[in-house]
Structure formats: structure tokens, C-alpha cells
């Protein structure tokens, strides 16, 4: 006989290890035990299956050649065994067995194993607040619930929708109700900005502006403090501002790790309650792995641990294990924090630092931004990306990058190239001749995030100085007691017109791009100029002509009206 | 009186270095020479413009805010002297000095410069062949010949069309040609496969069977021998096998660098031609630097020097080139050759080395093959995308990358991220884990990148056993003749059916995925079986299993049926 291997877990880790270690060792026992009846589906799918787009709950739980995933499917395709609706009780070690009960009969047994993994995956967070356990209250942690939620909205019980959280399971679900079902939708959002510690603010802001464009309300820095109800089920949400009526809450205020039967076994934990494992995915107990959300991994840029609960990496985690587990000293070295999300007609995406983490991680960080084209500016299908750089100024690293911009991949093209390269320690300037593969329908001769790494190294040498978009966004806010600064337009005079028609050409002062080099002479010395043009570039250029003439009081604003337009000010002509 | 920077050539690297290098010294006399009176053009866009898709030349002039870059621009904007008409005859070192000539008035004059610039690009290569001086040939080597040929098309004189060439120009004038004029096209290759040294025959048929697919001849191993023409104008092509009528010849059978003013100076040349320089662009005179399509630069992977004609690298080796001419110390690694391109409705694209390439180099190379799923199966938009990679068995380095998949960009995020990584040094390892962003709308939670190093992975390690796609092809083509296999179809019954019927079950045994455990046994013991499924990732599971029960006399097509359809194979059922 084979070793015994046992896996408690059945969505994403332990299914990919099981297959694994069975493939690696043939004759091994692998038996997965899983509380759930449900197992192996792709979690994340669900804001989809609710939207309707994916149709049948089954097709999040099959394979990309339409098996279903259940128990017959593993025993039969993957000589696995799996106990569903069989919850792990208890970790003896001592003994190598876990305790399980049978759900349905109640009966217990103690499982004997060689070699254990925990894939316990995580659990949603409940807010501890009043009416959160009525009728109507989910939170999306099982195909169950996520049934649930389809039928009654099917079932047209569903007429008005809160989401408590704007992080990406929060969003998703909200465009989920509005989009194909048309129910009245709204986010509540604790932090001033959705996405948080994913994104930077401007990035937040044009997502925001782009969901409550498509009918979506979003209320920032308001947290829910009650959830009402009547007869038992939920009639709204209350916040510190105000009372949103609601036939379903979602609550997505984050997920936790589910540690529990490793912390009560003597497994180290981390702070913050994740199993701590090694590059093997070892536990403190060498004959016992783990796996997926319920482990903390280390992150690639700052070397610390963090929290990183994705089903990608749950399966290449899991993937490790199972080497391992059959004797290949495979590794996982780390995480850097890929992030990427559809919303309406929009993506947004992110891998490594944001500015607000790299500054709190110590970082000496900056940011570049910029707002070009994807692709050659002359192709039909051209669409201007908005991205934004985090470096580290001392030692010219990249620590971060952001992107927004229309929905396909051109975005994901640029963030899963920077991930690999950040995740290798590159520096601004391998950014700048980073060799994007490049024709007029795919990318720009000198690609977007070429540019943006242009942009930073000429911030880093102190060639670029700029106003922050948030800054910038600050003064225009209280236009009328700002008299010590004057906006430079240089855009088209067609462009520019409006601004200078609403603010005043004492304000707001326009010399095209091209006049500026004859018409210097005109600007004020007396003020600071505030540069602008579409994406920043222009302004740059104009910046050191300026020097130049020893008009030294200048600043730019990085990613320009691109961004700020997307951005939703309230000021914007037109 | 600042420096004078004289820089000889307009296109790309020429105007990028120019810019650069005002910006950074305003007082510098920046001045570029250009014999053509048409400058700083996305060459690139040219397929384009002939297509229609740009309608208007002007735009491939033009910034992306719509300024056309012509004299007036760079004066006004840039504050850079643009001399055009103008062609540099030879340089003095000792005096510092270019010999130029107004073309339009045969004056010679002497411009000194204190810093030189070489960007004087490429030509097309011209076959030696009789009749290639007819009219109605032509190269793709600047905008005027542009310009005339989509002036031909437009007035109704293109009916018949041959295109010299396989590669990516000649291909994209192809569809140009077609998709939206109609024009008969035909496309003549010398080699066997278009796309040569570029990517390997199993993508270069799937691209060649899509073209064809869109009704563009294409004709593989066939030279020109002549172009046949009445009263001096073009009435045809002919190579040893046939005679193509045309009424326009397109020669796109390469570039050769445009380096004989360098090479007369004494600048140090390349055997192959090209400008030699340094990571900062310098040539072997220190006060002379080079750019773009003229210069070769180090391949990141071989770490050979190469030449890699191609507008994004001339932008960024001319950024280089303006930042040390200005005292910044900036350094141009090299290039790892990415390469994409659009076919209708596919793209294919490449990047590092072919396996051709990688054995030419002495690498003890193979490729992983997959066919997998672009996004979450379950997502509507899902699409099959067809990856090789390219690996090093001995150092598991990762060498190179290629896909093939619909139009979109997909897999340009999969070949910038394999680019950044294998110019980093990546190991399949490391492609084993890259952390693609993950959402069901973008990708799979196992990305087909990362399914792709597991395939690598399994390859290196010895636990998976191929048949290459091309002896398989070839068993297939000599049916009757072999005796000694046998194919194994694990695919759904539905799938493997019409094969059955065709092959014969004694030639081609279909038994499902889910049922091998059971019924190995019904498997012949004296035949090599041949694993078959959609993309691979199945067979090798069941390779594993069959070898636990000694059945070890098993191949997989890595790739599998998914790539063997898209390959346009004629013996395919239905």
C-alpha cells in the first residue's frame, strides 16, 4: 500500500494537490474531507453566476471539458476519494489521524494519515453589527448562498440591493445586481475610497465615477452601523448619514483565515491568524502542509508575509504541496498581489506596493502617472489607458503598478508584465526598455508602460516636478482663495477654450503646445503655473523649456485632464 | 552657445533622440538630416494605411494629439532644426563635420557638430532577380511607395496581387490587400513555413491555415525566379513550381541596415552590416552614436549580439542615445526580439528564441506545448489560445515563448509577461508560479502560462513523455504504413466518435478520461499508444496512471487535438 495522504479542504488548494501528489504517486491513498456537499468550483466565478452570465451554478464546478466536479469525477478521472459533508473535527498528531464527523449520520471517525494538508480556505467577515444574522443578510463564502441570492432575485424578490464593502467581491456583486437584473443598487464603503490599500486614490476615484455612471450608488467613509429589518427580514441598511432601503444586504467587508483545527492542533499561526508555512508550504509539523486562503505567503517586493486569500494562488500553492508531499522539493517562493477586475465596461488592475503601503512599509515612494494611448494612436480601436507607477526614489526599484482603462486584456498585458518584473527586482529603467511586443493593433512604439517609466525616472532625477493629481484636485476644490497659482493650459485652443470661459484667463491661461517656445514671454513670473495638457507628456517637455528661460516656478500634473476628466470633478466644463 | 548635436535620419530613433536630448540640454543646436521630405512616420502603420483602417498618411505623421511632425512642428515644438530634402554624404571625424546635399538644389554644405548621430534605418533587400525593376514592384520602405500603392488600389488598377515574403510585413500586406479591397493575393515563402526563424512550424500552420482560411493564397518553399512583365510593367511571378498573375509585386523579403555612411567613415561594422555599439549607443567613435534599424544590440537571452529591426526598439535606443549624449548615463541592455502580429481575426506572437533558434545556438532545448482555455471556462468570452515554450533542459531556463489565439489582447499578455521574465532569467520554475492577475473575465486561475511551465516541468523532470505535433503529423500523413501505434482518444465519446469511425477502433481506441482506471485493461500490450485529448493536460495524467499499472509503452501530443484542428490537417473527420 501507498502512503496515506489527507487533505482537508475541498474548493481550490486541496482538489489541486490532491491531483497532483495522486499523478506524482499513483499508488498513494489521497482522500479530500470536505464539510461542504459542494466542491471544487472556481469561488470566484459566483458575482458571475449571479449576474447570469455564467448560467448553471455546475458550470462553476466543472472542468474546462464539461465534467462535473463531484465525488464520482475524483474517484473515477483522479483515483481520489472524497468525504464531502464531513467536517474535520480535530488534528491528532500525536496519533497522525484527524477526527471527522459524517454530517448527515452524525457518526465520528478518526482518519489515519501519513502525510496532512490543511486547505481550509477562509471565511467571510461578519461586521458585528445589529441585524446582521436576518433573513436577506448574506455573505458570499459557498455556492449555497450564492443559489440563494440567485433565486430570489429570479424569483423578482429582489428590488433594492446593499453591498457593504467596495472591495473586488463587493463590486463584482453589485454590478452583478444592476446590470442584468436591473435592481436599485448601492455600496457602502467604511474607507474613503473603494478598493482600498489596493489602489491609490485616483485610480478609486475613476473606477467610482465610472460604477455610479452606470446607475450604482457608492457612499465613501460611511459605515454600516445597523441593519434593519422586519418580521425577521432585512429592510435596510443604516448608516452614520443616512437609512438605504434594501431586500438583500451583501456583506464583503473582507475574509479571514479559517485556522482553527491548526491553531487547537499546536500549528504555528501567524498575527493575524493565518497558518504560517515555509517555501514547501511545511506547517510547523513536518508531516502536515497547508494551503490556499487559510496560509499567509511572503510577499515579493517588501519580504514580509502577508495575507494573499486568490484562487490563483491557492492553486499554485496547492500545486506545491503536492510535490512535496511526493518528495519533489519544489518551492513557492511568494506572492506580490495581483489584482484585476471587470467593472461594466471598465478594468481596473494592480500587482505589487500601492503608494499608501509602500509609504507605511517605509518606502521612500513616489509616483508616476501617465495617460496615453494602448495602442498606436492611429488604430481604429485605440483607447486611452490610465496608469500609475509607485517606485522607490532611493533606489530607483519599482514597487508597484495600477492600470485603468476599457475592458479586454491591453491592461492585464501591462500589469502581469510588470508583475514579473517587479517580482525580479526591476528598476525604473528596465521598465523604460521593457520590450513590449509591439504592432499598431496591440501597443504604441514606445509602449504605455515604457512611458510611465520615463515619467519616473524623470521624477527620480528631479527633472519632472509635479503637483500631485490629489493636490491639484484639492486647490480646484477651493478655486476662489487660491490667487498664488495660474493653470497653463497648452492644450488645443479647442480644448482649452471652455476652461478659460468658465475660470478666467487670469486663472486659467492658454498658449497651445507649439507657441510656447515664442510666446514665453507672456506668463506671469509672479505666480506658480500649473502645467497641463492631456496626459503630462507636453507639459514636461514645456517644463524644461521654461528652465530654460529661467521661468522656474512651474509644475506639472502627471497623467493630466485624461485622468482628471475620468476622474468626475464637478468643475469640468462641458 | 550650446553643444551642436547633428543627427542623420528622421524616421524613429532619429526624432526620439533629438527630442530627448533638447529636453534635457535647451541650449543644445539640435539639428536632424533627412534625405526623404517626409519624416518621423510610423513605418509599422503602413499595412495599415494601404488597408484603410488609417485613412489618411498625414496620421502616421502625426502626434497622438494631432499635430502633423513635420519642419514647422519640430521647430515650434520641439525647438529642433529639421533639415529634409537633405541627404548626408559623408562624415569628417577629423573636422568634426557631415558633407550634406540639398537635394532640391544640388548645393553641398558642411554642418559640424560636436555630438553625431547615425539613424539612418534600414532598406528592404531587393531579390536579385529578373524583372524587379518593373513597374508595379515594389517594397514597403517609406511612405511615398505607401502612398502610390494604396493610390493604385483606390483607382481600381490592383486586381491580382503577390506578395515576396512570409514574414510579418509581407503578411500584413496580404490582408491588407484582401480584407478590405478584395484584391487576389497571393503570398510566396522560400522557406517551408511562414514566419521562419520566428516561430516554429506548429504555429506558423496554424496561422498559414487561418490566412488561407481567408482565402489568401499562401505558397511555403517557393522561390521567386522572376517577375514577368509587358511593356515594362508587372504581369506576374513566377517560381519553379508555378506562375502567379499580378498586376503589383510587394517585395517584403527582409531589411538589410543602411550603414555604408558609417561603415566610409571607419565606424566599426558588424559582419552582417549593422552599426556596432555600445549599451549606451555609442559607436566606436566616442563623439558618433547610433540607432535604430542601422545597429545591432545584445539578445538578453543568447547574449549575442543580433539585429532586430524594429520601431519600438529604435525608440528606446534613441532615448538612450539623447539621454548620453546629453552626460545621463543611461544604458539599452538589449532586446529579446518579441514579436506580435494580427492575421484577420488571430494573433500570433513570439518572443526570446524558437526552438529552431535555440538548437542553432547549441541549447539543449525542447517545447512544451498547450492548448488551453484564455479565461475562467465559464466565463462567455472563453477562447482556446494554442502556447509553446521554449526551455532549456539542462539549466531549466526558460528560452522563449509563443502563442497563437484570437484577435485581442490575450496573448500579448502572456508573451510581455514571459519577456520581462526570461529577460530576467526566469526558470520554468518561476513561470510555474507567475502570478498572473486573476478574474474570471481575464484569465484562468491556473493561467495557461503557468499550465504551460507545469507541461515544461513534467517534460524536464522525465514524467511526461511527447510525440512532437510533427512526427505525429507525419504517422498520420503515412497512415496505412504504420503499424506499431495506436491512438488512445480520452476524450469525450461524443469528440472521438467520427475518429473511430474513420481510423478504425484497431487504429484508433477511444476510451474516456473517467473510465481508463477501469478499463485499461481492454489496452493492447504490444503497441505504443499515442495519448490524445483536447490540449494535452489529460493524456499526461493518464500516462501517469497507465504507468502504474505497466502499461509504459505511452506517448502524449502535448497540444493535442485543440492545436491539431487549428493546423488544418486533412485527414480531420467532418
Known amino acids: 500500500m501507498g502512503k496515506k495522504i489527507v487533505i482537508v479542504g475541498g474548493v481550490a488548494a486541496g482538489p489541486k494537490a490532491a491531483c497532483r501528489v495522486k499523478r506524482l504517486m499513483q499508488d498513494a491513498e489521497v482522500t479530500i474531507i470536505d464539510q461542504d456537499t459542494l466542491i471544487s468550483y472556481g469561488g470566484c466565478g459566483i458575482p458571475y453566476y449571479v449576474s447570469g452570465d455564467v448560467s448553471d451554478e455546475a458550470e462553476l464546478r466543472s472542468t474546462s471539458f464539461h465534467m462535473v466536479r463531484d465525488e464520482a469525477f475524483f474517484k473515477n478521472a483522479k483515483g481520489v476519494t472524497v468525504k464531502s459533508g464531513t467536517r474535520a473535527l480535530a488534528i491528532n498528531r500525536q496519533d497522525k489521524t484527524v477526527k471527522v464527523k459524517v454530517l448527515a449520520s452524525g457518526e465520528e471517525q478518526d482518519i489515519p494519515y501519513d502525510t496532512l494538508m490543511i486547505a481550509t480556505g ?97 457612499f465613501l467613509g460611511e459605515g454600516a452601523t445597523e441593519i434593519l429589518g422586519k418580521d425577521g427580514k432585512v429592510t435596510g441598511l443604516r448608516t452614520a448619514e443616512r437609512t438605504i432601503d434594501a431586500d438583500i444586504v451583501i456583506m464583503a467587508a473582507g475574509v479571514r483565515p479559517r485556522s482553527e483545527i491548526a491553531a487547537d492542533a499546536g500549528l504555528q499561526i501567524s498575527p493575524m491568524g493565518a497558518i504560517v508555512v515555509n517555501e514547501r508550504m511545511q506547517t510547523s509539523d513536518p508531516s502536515i502542509y497547508a494551503a490556499g486562503d487559510c496560509v499567509e505567503v511572503m510577499h515579493l517586493v517588501t519580504g514580509k508575509k502577508f495575507y494573499a486569500p486568490l484562487g490563483s494562488l491557492a492553486n499554485k500553492e496547492g500545486r506545491v504541496a503536492g510535490d512535496n508531499m511526493a518528495g519533489i522539493p519544489s518551492i513557492f517562493k511568494g506572492a506580490i498581489g495581483s489584482f484585476i477586475m471587470k467593472a461594466f465596461e471598465v478594468c481596473i488592475a494592480a500587482t505589487g506596493l500601492s503608494l499608501e503601503v509602500a509609504l507605511a512599509e517605509g518606502y521612500d515612494a513616489d509616483v508616476a502617472l501617465t495617460a496615453p494611448s494602448d495602442r498606436a494612436h492611429f488604430f481604429p480601436t485605440e483607447a486611452i489607458v490610465c496608469f500609475q507607477m509607485v517606485f522607490d526614489r532611493r533606489t530607483r526599484k519599482v514597487l508597484g503598478l495600477q492600470g485603468f482603462g476599457p475592458m479586454g486584456d491591453g491592461i492585464s498585458a501591462r ?75 497648452i492644450r488645443h485652443p479647442i480644448e482649452a477654450g471652455p476652461f478659460v470661459e468658465k475660470f478666467g484667463a487670469d486663472k486659467w491661461l492658454a498658449i497651445p503646445y507649439n507657441e510656447i517656445r515664442v510666446r514665453y514671454k507672456e506668463l506671469p513670473k509672479d505666480k506658480k503655473l500649473i502645467i497641463l495638457c492631456d496626459a503630462g507628456t507636453r507639459s514636461f517637455e514645456m517644463q524644461t523649456f521654461l528652465d530654460s528661460v529661467d521661468i522656474r516656478n512651474t509644475q506639472v500634473v502627471s497623467g493630466g485632464l485624461n485622468m482628471i476628466r475620468r476622474m468626475g470633478v464637478d468643475w469640468y466644463p462641458g
Chains 1, 2 share one sequence.
Open 122 to 218: 477562509s471565511r467571510p467577515f461578519v461586521l458585528p453589527i445589529p441585524g446582521a444574522d436576518l433573513d436577506g443578510v448574506f455573505t458570499i463564502s459557498d455556492l449555497h448562498k450564492a443559489i440563494e441570492i440567485k433565486d430570489r432575485i429570479a424569483k423578482g424578490k429582489v428590488d433594492k440591493a446593499v453591498v457593504i464593502g467596495g472591495g473586488a467581491i463587493g463590486l463584482e456583486m453589485a454590478e452583478a445586481f444592476k446590470d442584468l437584473w436591473g435592481v436599485t443598487t448601492s455600496v457602502v464603503e467604511f474607507m474613503p475610497q473603494v478598493l482600498p490599500r489596493i489602489v491609490d486614490s485616483p485610480m478609486a476615484s475613476m473606477l467610482t465615477k465610472h460604477i455610479r455612471d452606470n446607475e450604482v450608488d457608492i
Open 415 to 489: 500589469i502581469d508584465a510588470a508583475a514579473a518584473y517587479i517580482s525580479m527586482g526591476a528598476s525604473i529603467d528596465d521598465f523604460g526598455t521593457l520590450e513590449m511586443a509591439y504592432a499598431p493593433p496591440f501597443s504604441a512604439a514606445i509602449d504605455s508602460i515604457n512611458a510611465l517609466a520615463y515619467v519616473a525616472d524623470n521624477l527620480c532625477d528631479g527633472r519632472l516636478r509635479k503637483t500631485s493629481l490629489d493636490i491639484f484636485l484639492a486647490w480646484m476644490e477651493d478655486f476662489s482663495t487660491q490667487s498664488d497659482w495660474l493653470a497653463l493650459d
